[in-house]
């Protein structure tokens, strides 16, 4: 039954993608820039849980985690990648190249979260299509993109925006639409914050 259940939902996900590539690109090309978020560089990063599902047991059981921003409070860096949709051609990009740098991201002391309005069964689906050993967590609700002053009440998604939160819970760099497409930056950021205790 939660196979069934899954197997529709992933479906269902990637039809949604594939029908409306404009939406995922994170910009169309020639569109208006969209607003920046409400969160800026020097501002708290708005606490919020959210929740992502383990990878499959033996017998195929999963299990629903939890994540607080706040529990890296103090030990570790955070890169917050809000991507439009699960399985898009540009997340999938996106999230590949986080994939590829996740290494380099972990040695500068810096933990990725990658986040989305899909629900915590497409995103899971999507992690392991990408073989991402990184949490993708869902924000179904959409009060944290909301929070972040990401979310497009027009598109129903959340807008292609990274957040480089310190160690101190602080905003450092704020990357939007194109710009947020490549990690590279904000892995930058993150050398950089690595040097300061």
Known sequence: MRARTMLRTVTLALAVCLAAPPLASGQTPGAAAPPPP???????????????????????KRDRKAVKL?????????VLAFF?????PGCTSEMAKYRESAGEFNANNTVILGMSVD??????AFAEKLGA????LSDAKRDISRAYGVFDDNSVIARRTTFVIDR??????????????????????????????
């Open 133 to 136: 050993d990184f949490n993708i």
């Open 119 to 124: 629900s915590v069964w497409a995103n899971v």
């Open 168 to 197: 101190k819970g602080v905003v450092q760099k704020v990357f939007m639409a194109q710009e947020a497409l490549d990690p590279a930056q904000a892995l930058a950021t993150c050398a950089l914050l690595k040097e300061v205790k």
């Open 84 to 88: 439009p949709a699960a399985f898009s």
């Open 38 to 60: 409400s969160v800026k560089v020097g501002d708290t990063a708005p606490d919020f849980t959210a929740n992502y599902l383990t990878a499959a047991d033996a017998n195929g």
């Open 70 to 78: 706040s529990e890296f409070r103090g030990q570790k860096n955070v």
